[in-house]
């Protein structure tokens, strides 16, 4: 990731005020501006950043959507069942588990994963969804 965006989010993850980032800048490097510093200018307020608190955390690997369209629909069913409050947890362990008690219950030799059950395994999941969906539909 590049200097800048690594400090804009520092900015806000540190709730800088204008004025109060500015004058960091001004204080750590003499410039109150990125686009006027070096590479080790940025470095050196990235530094000052840290000791003031940011953290710098890893991003999200984000899987890509599967190309199967009944795995798309376990998914799309799982998050509207998260919305209207159906389920707590709209974690992928979650869906796992709950695909576990679906397609392979008392097993815990194996571990399902939605994104490779093949159609007819999928099928009672998306059922068994179907009906949570509605149930919730119901409540609202």
């Known amino acids: 990731m ?3 965006a690594i400090i804009n989010i520092a900015k806000a993850q540190l ?3 204008e004025d109060d980032y500015r004058a960091m800048l001004c204080r750590v490097t003499g410039k109150a501006s990125l686009r006027v510093m070096s ?3 940025k470095d050196e307020v990235i530094k000052e950043l840290k000791r003031l608190g940011f953290r710098v ?3 999200g690997k984000r899987l890509p959507a599967s190309t199967r369209p009944y795995v798309r629909l376990i998914w799309a069913l799982w998050s509207s069942c998260k919305k209207l409050d159906v389920i707590q947890d709209g ?5 796992r588990a709950f695909c576990q008690g679906i397609v ?6 194996i571990t399902i994963d939605p994104d490779l059950l093949s159609y007819a395994e999928a099928t009672p ?4 969804l179907k009906a949570m969906e509605r149930r919730g539909k119901a409540r609202k």
Do not use: F
């Open 91 to 95: 974690s992928r362990t979650a869906l």
């Open 125 to 128: 999941v998306i059922e068994a």
């Open 104 to 109: 392979a219950p008392g097993d815990t030799t």
């Open 2 to 4: 590049n200097h800048n």
């Open 15 to 17: 709730g800088l005020e």
């Open 57 to 59: 955390k890893a991003g």
């Open 39 to 41: 590479g080790g200018q």
